[in-house]
């Protein structure tokens, strides 16, 4: 009997290692016909967040470059680069980390700003970061526009890069105003905006667009 258990050990794991290699082939092709769509979703969860910083119109968006820990992606219409979008994660939020896009025409200029990524406290830094139509009594009728206007994201609208690297709220002598009751959250997001437009603005990306 312990000689068959002993002759048997082989054969298990024979057959232990072929469901092994079975089941990792499995992984493996189920994984490349994912991949593709996964990637697909991907891009166009990107293209639609991209479309709502108020860019230039574009049809693509151009490979990463990575500046000083900022990520930066050129969208292009018909093979041309027609703005930037910067992507940077600062942990200055009340709650952890804010996540910020930042996008930017050829003159460097902000188009527009909207935070990803947050956790921040409902009906306070939450507000600060989040863009929402407001029902009331004298908009009941209207339609929801697609960009809804949110006062402590679009006052960046407009700003050069090129000015930033000392951003600050008006709570600590700048000129961003800031939510009472959510000043830390304020300042994360106005922190992160400069960083993200000091990196592009170091970066001479809008100047080798203008020399190609």
């Known amino acids: 009997m312990k000689l068959r258990n002993r002759e048997s050990l082989p054969v298990l794991g024979l057959f232990l290692g072929g469901i092994a290699l079975l089941a990792a082939l499995v992984l493996a092709v189920v994984s490349q016909l994912t991949a593709e769509p996964i990637r697909k979703s991907q891009e166009s969860k990107k293209v ?21 820990g900022k990520s930066f992606y050129p969208v292009e219409k018909d093979g041309k680069t027609v703005g ?36 921040e ?9 989040s863009r929402k139509f407001q029902r009331t009594i004298f908009n009941l009728s209207e339609e929801a526009p697609e960009i ?46 400069d960083e993200i437009a000091s990196a592009f603005a170091k970066s001479g990306l809008t100047e080798m667009e203008k020399k190609q």
Do not use: H, M
Request: hydrophobic content about 40%; glycine content about 12%; aromatic content about 8%.
């Open 48 to 68: 639609n967040e991209f479309k709502r910083l108020r860019l230039p119109e574009f049809d693509r968006i151009g490979d990463v470059v990575d500046i000083d």
């Open 84 to 119: 930037f979008v910067g992507s940077a994660v600062t942990r200055k939020g009340y709650a952890g980390e804010i996540e910020a896009l930042v996008g930017f025409d050829l003159a460097g200029r902000i188009t527009g700003v909207q935070i990803l990524r947050q956790k």
């Open 121 to 129: 406290t409902p009906g306070l830094g939450a507000e600060v970061c």
């Open 148 to 193: 809804p206007a949110q006062q402590y994201l679009d006052q960046y609208n407009g700003k050069n890069a090129q000015e930033a690297g000392a951003w600050k709220t008006s709570a600590d002598g700048g000129e961003f105003i800031y939510k009472t009751g959510a000043t830390v959250t304020s300042r994360a997001v106005t922190s992160v905006v």
